[in-house]
């Protein structure tokens, strides 16, 4: 059964412009539609998770979702919001781009089925495409005035717009040119930053091959605060777990304030609308609970990662705010731990002085200097605020290499809020 797609997003908040016509055709059974992606990094990232969600919600409603992986409008560059031109990537860094975002896009869709998904590579049909045909049979179709009334144009010419650039929107439309004609593709999606070239492709088919087709943008999102959804301190939020770790990831959502957790929440999770209003409804009656935020950052982390990335980074987000045992810490990998404690002070200790075990009273004063002095370790330790690893200990504590965590870390607290690290090497 092919349910409401048009209806799916509009509860969803997922439509920002719709081409008359869209719905009908639709609605005449299933329908292909694609959505481009840029090759120009090996990872896609958040801000890509719109578009991948679309594709998604898509497919469920009973489509078939293609998904254009540009190698070859990777090689040109889009002028699209953006306020310079951008470097060209050569052939073979493009190609092993492609491949790593061909394997994200298999984590959220379905490659089986009579609307299975399918990836294509832009580069395939172009790069037989001499420049002269090009410009022949493709070029006369699409008027220099309707090129230069495009917005993502407009808003570039003075402050410097190359040809090649320009030449973006009537490739991308012969991009739609080519899959309604070869592969009986209706629709194209997007953002709403790309209506312009989508429109060029579906006026590229009319004119050329007296056919109708289709354009859906969806709005960009944007954070209550101004600052640009997708990014962190450190630049993108990567799908890549080399590039973001799934801690990292989990941070993002886990962080994301009410107003817009609401909001993305909507977008980002498959849960249906009953279940997303009811789960909206609880948020509000115990906010400080942040279950919106813990109910989508699980969603989407486990999706991106796996079941057990997801439970690292719960675990390891107890240990950020005190709530773990010594078990928490110990199975935390390395890269996850100078994550987790990024920011927090540290000393080194020579891991020799653990061979008869360390007091102590000295690894927190005279060793690293944690606290000014023996006096006031004492003090601290009589009153059972000092912690290694989790665990209360008294003055007459030896750190032994049981102690050491990924054999080379000891996590010292002093009540709740003070924390220290020291490495063993």
Not at 23 to 52: E, M, R, W
Not at 88 to 112: I, R
Not at 382 to 402: F, G, H, L, T
Request: charge should be neutral; hydrophobic fraction near 35%.
């Amino acid at each position: 059964m092919v349910k409401d797609f048009i209806q799916e997003l509009q509860w969803r908040g997922m439509i920002h412009d719709m081409m008359p016509g869209t719905q009908d055709c639709l609605n005449k059974g299933i329908t292909s539609a694609y959505i481009g992606f840029d090759p120009t990094a090996d990872s896609l990232h958040i801000g890509n998770l719109v578009q991948i969600m679309i594709l998604v919600h898509f497919q469920r409603c009973g489509h078939k979702p293609v998904a254009l992986v540009g190698g070859a409008t990777g090689m040109v560059g889009d002028p699209s919001g953006k306020s310079a031109e951008r470097n060209l990537l050569d052939e073979e860094t493009l190609q092993h781009n492609l491949a790593a975002v061909k394997s994200q896009l298999e984590k959220f869709l379905d490659f089986e089925g009579d609307n299975a998904a399918e990836v294509v590579n832009n580069y395939d049909w172009f790069k037989g495409f001499n420049f002269l045909e090009f410009i022949r049979d493709i070029g006369k179709h699409i008027t220099v005035n309707y090129m230069m009334a495009k917005d993502s144009v407009k808003s570039r010419l003075d402050s410097g717009l190359s040809f090649t650039e320009f030449s973006y929107q009537l490739v991308q439309g012969y991009d739609f040119y080519h899959l309604w004609k070869h592969k009986n593709v209706k629709l194209q999606l997007g953002g709403s930053d790309q209506w312009g070239n989508i429109v060029t492709g579906t006026e590229l088919i009319r004119r050329k091959g007296q056919g109708e087709a289709f354009a859906l943008t969806t709005p960009l999102i944007t954070k209550a605060d101004g600052s640009k959804f997708g990014k962190s301190e450190g630049g993108n939020v990567w799908l890549d777990a080399e590039k973001t770790s799934a801690f990292k990831f989990y941070q993002y959502w886990i962080n994301a304030t009410d107003e817009d957790v609401e909001k993305y929440i909507k977008i980002f999770s498959l849960r249906g609308k009953d279940e997303i209003s009811d789960l909206i409804e609880k948020h509000k009656e115990a906010p400080h609970l942040r279950l919106l935020q813990r109910t989508l950052a699980e969603e989407i982390t486990k999706r991106v990662h796996s079941k057990k990335d997801l439970e690292t980074a719960q675990k390891a987000t107890n240990i950020l705010f005190g709530k773990s045992t010594f078990e928490d810490i110990k199975n935390l990998d390395e890269k996850t731990f100078n994550e987790v404690f990024d920011g927090v002070p540290k000393s080194t200790i020579s891991k020799a002085k653990l061979s008869s075990g360390l007091n102590i009273v000295d690894a927190i004063v005279a060793e690293s200097e944690f606290l000014k002095s023996n006096g006031e370790a004492i003090r601290n330790l009589k009153q059972n605020a000092i912690a290694v690893n989790k665990e209360k200990v008294q003055k007459d504590y030896m750190i032994s290499e049981k102690d050491l965590i990924n054999d080379q870390y000891v996590l010292i607290n002093k009540g709740k809020k003070y924390t220290y690290v020291i490495k063993f090497e």
